[in-house]
Every structure is written in structure tokens, then in C-alpha cells.
């Protein structure tokens, strides 16, 4: 296994807008990071921080205004569907397509051949556990079920690397803590390269090898945490002293860039870019 | 829905009160009809029911008749073929639907009633003015909803598609194009009343041949029987072409909420 | 202004500047048929002419009265009935589907039943247009009414109010919006009736005055009439719109 970062961040900004304009914002300052090869890195922060802008110019769906990324060696220049997959917090399967159908659309889309998408397809949906519900269509399932189809459409792409986009997000706290138990089961096995946004702390703590904290808009890494301890995570993990003090920690980093992002939105005038 | 909802939910007593409506109408018309109806005004149900034969004997109604649900399968296929197409063009094309979206909305509020004798003057009184009537009531419809389809789509499901590796063409067949499939039926079924206005509107008016002429005639002739026989048969054929339409639309919705 | 807005605004004015030139053209040179087509210049002269002398008045006035007695007929009617079928859900469930399928009928298909009972005059382009226009209203009403949410209601009766205090304060207020699009609707289908039928069989009124025209070949004021009935409907739809917009204010 090769010692290179699976992806690099360097220096990366981003601006939506134009100077002047009503809705210029910068979201993204100055941030860089390296991903190692089958590390789960976790994004948290504030709302609005950039995270997910982060993580949508790391996968090429979007330019950033300056800085580069490199995954697996090549600068990102767009969408890299054979390097890099995607699950979002928004249900985004296809409605008119039953879960199976889904999946294997996916592939379709990334160009596997007709042959192997069936068997790689089957093997996914056994995987987060959807196979006894293939053929039903989005709108029949939990929202729960429906992220992991979404997973296993991600997983059938077989990429070295996942970004996951607040995944459970939408779902009570129940779910996501199973989900999160499964998810963690899953990577051990897959060692895929994995950047994790997420709003929850103990979700952040449970799955993530190293956590990154966001500073408020515009955003940039403040501090890198390390959770030492091996995958799979064990449920007895979240009742210890360790997952404690590592919340904790968070919980204090982030508190502050919390209210800063809380009072810096009543504070926001009526009309947008009134005061640059 | 099983078999059995869905014949316990046809014999509901709303459904049961409602044809009881409809009877207790029909009575109170056959009753009013024979007792108080002068005949050059009016005629019960069932004197209708019968003299339909004497409509279709009528020479020339079989032929017009069929000559009008001609006009009204090939106005239909007509406005569909360039409602789709147009309203694909606007609907992918941001350019195309700022420039022409309003002016398509301007000819659409347009009471097009008013060129009737304009169109007839240019394509006489043949089919092909029916045709070309029903296609301008019926387009209009067609292309506003499949715009809406094309539309309305969640940007998450393109930008996924478009993460996976979709090209255009793919994410058009594989995205775009289901999920407009049901704006388009309801389009379709909104084109299908558009068209049967159109058409019906044009044969009226032209009173020397087709169904205008025998609908003036039975009107002169103080014939109410044969009117109402006539009127009363495309009725029908607009309510059965109508629920033809729902029944598409309510099959190819079924993934909407 | 971006470069994309002044395309697109440059295309929204050269368009029918193209056509117009190629009215024009179609007329004067290249031989289009005047029985067709007529010279767009003439079809200027022809509505000054008609708006200076006041020709349209007659017609207009027999026209406007009809749309006015048809529309109260409808609007009153639809409304009462309306709310009647309203007050119960089992009522709204008989008849409302069976409006529904009435109204997908195309109406107009009546108008000889009426031209036998009426004769040609204003009484029967009344009677179709209200017809007509009487369920997009009635339509509305019921659907206005019976989505009133039975929280408000409960929660009014509650605090002791009586029928009428029901009706006027909690049913009205909150059905309104939606009787009142039902209106503007039954307006406009009304005012499309009536030209409808006055073109298919009548004496009077501007509909009839169009065909008059063009049975005598007189293209130019036959265009300008058309032009001239065109502006009457934008106006008065835009002033029923105007009236939807004020009311749902208030």
C-alpha cells in the first residue's frame, strides 16, 4: 500500500458571487489537509462553515475560486467517477427506479460493463443489508433504507474513495446510531478512503480515524483531533472514558464557532451585502 | 389497490348516492320532457335513446362522425409530437425559455376563437382546418407541462448523476426524461381537452358539411330528437377519450406522490 | 444588464419584428393572396377607423352585456351551491365528482340545444356562458369551503361562536382566496364562451361582427376587429386578475 495521501488539499478557497454582487459570500479560506490512504477523516462545523462546499470541490463538482486538490496522484478537474463516489443527505435515488434499478444505474453511468454490474450489484445491496428489499421503489422505504441504498449504489462503484455528504443527517437518532455501527463494520472490511461531513459529535468520534473542526464562515481548519482506536468500533466504544474526553474536546472547539456563526446570522442585515 | 378496494370503493355509497343523482335527473327529465315539452323544443331520454338509430341512419352522420374522431386523432398525435419537442427544446434550453416562454403564454391567453373564419378561409372547410384548430388548443398545454417536468427536477438527482459519470445524453434518457414522464401525461391529458375544444369549436362552425351542418339542420328542423342524439354521441366519445387520458395519467404517475 | 438578459431581449424583440417585416413583405411583394392576408398597413388604417367612428360599439355592448349577465348568473349560482354542497363531506363526495366530469365535457358542444331553445340572440350566448362559467366557480366554492381546516373551526365553536359568526369570520376569510381564483377563472371561460358562440351563431356582438367580415372578404378591418377583440379580452383579464389580487389583500 502506497504511503501517498489518497487526496491532498492545498490552499483551497472558494467564493460564490462576485465582488460586489448581492450574494457574495466566501465560504472556504485557505485550507489545506491530506488524506491518508484508508483513513476515515471527518469534517464538523459550524453551519455554513464550508464543509460540504469542501467536500463537493474534492470530489470535482465544483471549481475552487483558488487552490487545487489532488486525489490518488492527479489534480481534480471535474467529476471522477472511477476514483470517487458520493452519498448525500438528500435522498438522491431516482424515484421511478426500484432500488435494484438504482444501483445498477449507477454503474451504468460510470461504464461497467453489463455483464458484472448484476453479480457487483447483488453483492452491494447483501452488504448494507437491502437484499430481501431490491425491487421496492424509494418512496416504500424508511428513510434509513434508503440511505443504505444510496450507500450501496456507492459502494457497487467500487471506488477507492467515498464522500459522504451528512448521510443521516435526515434520520432520527436511533437510526443513526445502527446505521453508524454498520457503517463502521462495512469500512473495516471495504478500507476504503473516507471523508465523513457530519453535524454530530458522537457520530464524528465513533467513526472517524482523525477529526477535522471548522472554524465559522469563512471557513478553515482550526484543529485536527486523532481517535485512536481500531475498526471495526465496538458499541461499548461510546460509553467510554476515551469517547468522552474526545466529545469533550470537540464539544469545546466547537462551541465557540458555533455561537460566533448563531449571532453573526441575527446579526445579518435585511438586504444581503449591505455592509461589504 | 386489490380487486376487492377497489370495487368496495366504486360501490361506496357516495358512488351509490351519486347514480342516484344521475337517475333521479333522467327522471325528472323523461317526466318533464313528455308532460310539459313541446316536441319542436325538447325530447325525453328515452325517445332519444331510441331515435339514435334515425341519427345514424341519417345520411351522411356515420361519415361525419368518423371524419371528426379522425380530425381528433391526428390534431392529438399532431400536438404531441410538437408539444413534446418544443417543450424539451424550452425546457433544457435557459436561453430559448427566458427568450420565447413569454411569448408562448401571450399567443397561449390568446382567445384564438376569434381567427376561426380566418383559419377556414386559409385551409377551407375540410378536415384540414379542424386539424390545425385542435393542434393550436391542444399544444399549448403539452408544452407548458413538459417544461414543468423538465423543470421541476431536484437538483441533487442530476448532480448525482452527473458525480457517477453520466454524460448528457445519459443523464437526459436515464434522469431527465422519467421524471418528466408524468408532467407529460397530465400535459397530455389538458391537450386532449384542448384538442377536443379546437376541433369540436371548428366543426361547429362550419355549418356546409361535417358535424356543423347537421347539428344546423337538426336545429332548423325543430328536431330535437336527432339533436340531442347527436350532441348526446359526442359527448360520449369526449367523455371516453377524456377518461382514456385520466387512466394514462393516474398509471404513469404512480412513483409521484 | 448580463449578456445573457440582453440576448434574450434582443430575441424577444426581433422576433416579431421578423414577422411583422415578413407580413409585410408576403403582402406587398411576394404575392400573397389579399383574400388571405391583408397589408399590414392597411390593417393600421382600418383599426384607426374603426376605433375613431365608434363602429365597435354596438356589437361591443351586446357582447359586454351578455358576458356581464352570464357571469352574475354563474358566479351567484355557483357560489349558493356551492357552499350548500360544502356543508357536508358525504355531499361533497356525490356531487362534486360528478361536476367535475360535466365540466371535462367540452360545453360548447350545447350551444345548438340552446340556439333551438333561444333562437340567435343574446339569450342563448347567455345561457351557454353560464353555463359554462358556472363550474369553474362552483368548482372552487366547494373546494374553498370544504378545506376550510376543521382546527379553526373547532377551535371558533369552541369559544362559543354561533353559524353566522362561523360563516363570516372562519368559512369566508378562509375560503375566499380560492372562490375568488375560481371567478377569475369562470370570467375568462365566460368571456371565451361568448366569443365562441357569437362566431358559431349569432346576430350580434363582436364574435358575430369577426365572421360578418370575413364572409364579405374585408381583411383589413376583419384583422383589425380581431386585433381589437384580442386587446378587450387582455384588458379585461387583466383587470379581473387585478380585482383577484386586491381581493385576496383585503
Known amino acids: ?276 | 389497490m386489490t380487486e376487492r378496494g377497489a370495487l368496495r370503493r366504486a360501490l361506496s355509497p357516495a358512488t351509490l348516492a351519486r347514480l342516484g343523482v344521475i337517475a333521479a335527473l333522467l327522471v325528472i327529465w323523461e317526466v318533464g320532457a313528455r308532460a310539459f315539452g313541446d316536441p319542436l323544443f325538447i325530447a325525453p331520454p328515452s325517445r332519444v335513446l331510441m331515435g339514435l338509430g334515425s341519427v345514424f341512419g341519417t345520411r351522411g352522420v356515420p361519415g361525419a362522425l368518423g371524419i371528426t374522431l379522425f380530425e381528433l386523432v391526428v390534431a392529438f398525435a399532431l400536438a404531441v409530437a410538437i408539444g413534446l419537442a418544443v417543450g424539451l427544446v424550452l425546457g433544457l434550453n435557459g436561453f430559448a425559455r427566458a427568450s420565447f416562454m413569454p411569448m408562448v403564454l401571450l399567443v397561449y391567453g390568446m382567445p384564438q376563437i376569434t381567427i376561426l373564419p380566418l383559419f377556414v378561409l386559409a385551409f377551407g372547410i375540410g378536415p384540414t382546418t379542424k386539424i390545425v384548430f385542435g393542434v393550436t388548443h391542444g399544444v399549448f398545454p403539452i408544452v407548458l407541462t413538459v417544461v414543468a417536468g423538465v423543470q421541476n427536477i431536484k437538483p441533487i438527482l442530476l448532480t448525482s448523476a452527473r458525480a457517477m459519470g453520466a454524460s448528457f445524453w445519459q443523464q437526459f434518457r436515464h434522469v431527465i426524461f422519467p421524471h418528466m414522464i408524468p408532467s407529460f401525461f397530465t400535459g397530455m391529458r389538458l391537450g386532449m381537452t384542448g384538442v377536443l375544444l379546437g376541433v369540436l369549436l371548428a366543426e361547429l362552425y362550419v355549418s356546409t358539411a361535417g358535424i356543423g351542418f347537421f347539428t344546423t339542420q337538426f336545429t332548423q328542423n325543430f328536431d330535437p330528437v336527432r339533436l340531442l342524439g347527436l350532441i348526446g354521441t359526442l359527448a360520449a366519445m369526449a367523455v371516453v377519450l377524456n377518461a382514456v387520458m385520466r387512466g394514462l395519467e393516474a398509471h404513469y404517475a404512480r412513483w409521484r406522490d | 444588464m448580463s449578456a445573457r438578459r440582453l440576448g434574450v431581449r434582443i430575441v424577444q424583440v426581433a422576433v416579431p419584428a421578423v414577422l411583422i417585416a415578413l407580413w409585410y413583405l408576403a403582402t406587398t411583394r411576394w404575392g400573397v393572396s389579399r383574400i388571405l392576408l391583408p397589408n399590414p398597413v392597411a390593417v393600421v388604417e382600418a383599426l384607426k377607423n374603426v376605433l375613431a367612428t365608434g363602429e365597435f360599439l354596438p356589437d361591443l355592448r351586446v357582447t359586454l352585456l351578455e358576458l356581464a349577465v352570464a357571469f352574475a348568473i354563474s358566479a351567484t349560482s355557483g357560489v349558493a351551491i356551492g357552499f350548500l354542497i360544502s356543508r357536508s363531506g358525504y355531499r361533497i363526495r356525490v356531487y362534486e365528482p360528478l361536476l367535475a366530469a360535466i365540466y371535462a365535457v367540452p360545453l360548447i358542444l350545447f350551444l345548438p340545444l340552446y340556439v333551438l331553445w333561444f333562437g340567435l340572440g343574446p339569450a342563448s350566448k347567455i345561457a351557454l356562458g353560464a353555463t359554462i362559467s358556472f363550474f369553474p366557480v362552483v368548482l372552487a366554492t366547494i373546494a374553498g369551503f370544504g378545506n376550510v381546516d376543521r382546527v379553526m373551526v373547532t377551535a371558533a365553536r369552541a369559544m362559543g361562536a354561533s353559524n353566522f359568526q362561523l360563516f363570516r369570520f372562519v368559512l369566508l376569510p378562509a375560503a375566499f382566496p380560492v372562490i375568488l381564483a375560481g371567478m377569475r377563472v369562470g370570467f375568462t371561460v365566460a368571456l371565451l364562451s361568448i366569443i365562441g358562440s357569437e362566431t358559431l351563431a349569432s346576430l350580434a356582438g363582436l364574435g358575430h361582427h369577426i365572421v360578418e367580415l370575413s364572409e364579405n372578404m374585408e381583411m383589413p378591418r376583419m384583422f383589425a376587429y380581431v386585433a381589437f377583440v384580442v386587446a378587450i379580452a387582455a384588458v379585461l383579464n387583466l383587470v379581473v386578475f387585478r380585482l383577484e389580487a386586491w381581493g385576496r389583500r383585503r
Open chain 1, 1 to 276: 500500500m502506497s504511503n501517498e495521501p489518497a487526496i491532498r488539499i492545498r490552499d483551497v478557497s472558494h467564493r460564490f458571487g462576485e465582488e460586489g454582487e448581492a450574494r457574495n459570500v466566501r465560504a472556504l479560506t485557505g485550507t489545506s489537509l491530506d488524506v491518508a490512504r484508508g483513513e476515515l477523516l471527518c469534517l464538523i462545523g459550524p453551519s455554513g462553515c464550508g464543509k460540504s462546499t469542501l467536500l463537493n470541490i474534492v470530489g470535482g463538482l465544483l471549481a475552487p475560486s483558488a487552490g487545487s486538490v489532488e486525489v490518488l496522484g492527479r489534480t481534480v478537474a471535474g467529476p471522477r467517477p472511477r476514483d470517487i463516489a458520493f452519498v448525500f443527505q438528500e435522498n438522491a435515488l431516482f424515484p421511478w427506479n426500484t432500488v435494484r434499478e438504482n444501483v445498477d444505474l449507477g454503474m451504468r453511468f460510470q461504464g461497467v460493463a453489463r455483464a458484472e454490474r448484476a453479480e457487483r450489484a447483488q453483492r452491494a445491496l447483501v452488504a448494507v443489508g437491502l437484499a430481501d428489499f431490491a425491487e421496492h421503489y424509494p418512496a416504500q422505504l424508511s428513510g434509513g433504507m434508503r440511505q443504505r441504498a444510496a450507500l450501496a449504489r456507492a459502494l457497487s462503484l467500487q471506488t477507492g474513495i467515498l464522500l459522504m455528504d451528512e448521510p443521516f443527517g435526515a434520520l432520527d437518532e436511533q437510526t443513526r446510531m445502527i446505521l453508524g455501527e454498520d457503517l463502521s463494520v462495512l469500512l473495516a472490511a471495504t478500507k476504503k478512503t473516507i471523508v465523513f461531513v457530519t453535524h454530530s459529535l458522537g457520530e464524528a468520534v465513533f467513526l472517524a480515524d482523525r477529526v477535522a473542526v471548522f472554524s465559522a464562515r469563512p471557513g478553515t481548519i482550526k484543529q485536527v483531533i486523532a481517535v485512536e482506536e481500531p475498526h471495526p468500533r465496538k458499541p461499548e466504544f461510546v460509553t467510554s472514558a476515551k469517547f468522552t474526553g474526545l466529545r469533550n474536546q470537540l464539544y469545546g472547539l466547537l462551541h465557540d464557532e458555533i455561537r460566533k456563526t448563531m449571532s453573526a446570522e441575527s446579526a445579518r442585515p435585511a438586504t444581503p451585502g449591505a455592509l461589504s
